[in-house]
């Protein structure tokens, strides 16, 4: 195994799970690290503890083409008009969500059909 690289991090845990689901469903395998769930869905880690996302060295070019492809379309998604025309809204807890989550950070909940 070479030596991994940290390739993210982010004090959601929820967040940093989509983004590993992101980069499984490219073919990067990746390894969680401060994962913990402790405190309830929703909750925000220490700083010191943040969950981070580790990749092989080999994979960490792609890797980061995965998080960056994810940052802009999120960017481009939270405008005001794409948000009302893609974005969905959970069931169970209300939060608002950009289109192309299928599942709620808050809560987990899926994403209702259209
Ligand atoms: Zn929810």
Same mark, same amino acid.
């Given at each position: 195994?070479?030596?991994?690289?940290?390739?993210?991090?982010?004090?959601?845990?929820?967040?940093?799970?989509?983004?590993?689901?992101? !980069?499984?469903?490219?073919?990067? +395998?990746? $390894? #969680?690290?401060?994962? @913990?769930?402790?405190?309830?869905?929703?909750? !925000?880690?220490?700083?010191?503890? +943040?969950? $981070? #996302?580790?990749?092989? @060295?080999?994979?960490?070019?792609?890797?980061?083409?995965?998080?960056?492809?994810?940052?802009?379309?999120?960017?481009?998604?939270?405008?005001?008009?794409?948000?009302?025309?893609?974005?969905?809204?959970?069931?169970?807890?209300?939060?608002?969500?950009?289109?192309?989550?299928?599942?709620?950070?808050?809560?987990?909940?899926?994403?209702?059909?259209?």
């Amino acid at each position: 195994m070479p030596r991994p690289v940290r390739i993210f991090q982010h004090p959601n845990s929820l967040l940093v799970g989509h983004v590993r689901n992101l !980069l499984e469903g490219a073919g990067v +395998e990746c $390894e #969680l690290r401060n994962w @913990t769930l402790a405190g309830g869905m929703g909750d !925000l880690a220490p700083i010191d503890c +943040e969950p $981070e #996302l580790w990749v092989a @060295t080999r994979d960490e070019a792609r890797a980061r083409a995965v998080i960056e492809q994810w940052r802009q379309s999120a960017e481009v998604s939270s405008s005001p008009g794409a948000r009302l025309s893609r974005g969905w809204r959970c069931q169970r807890c209300g939060e608002w969500h950009e289109a192309h989550f299928d599942t709620c950070w808050q809560c987990g909940h899926e994403r209702p059909d259209p």
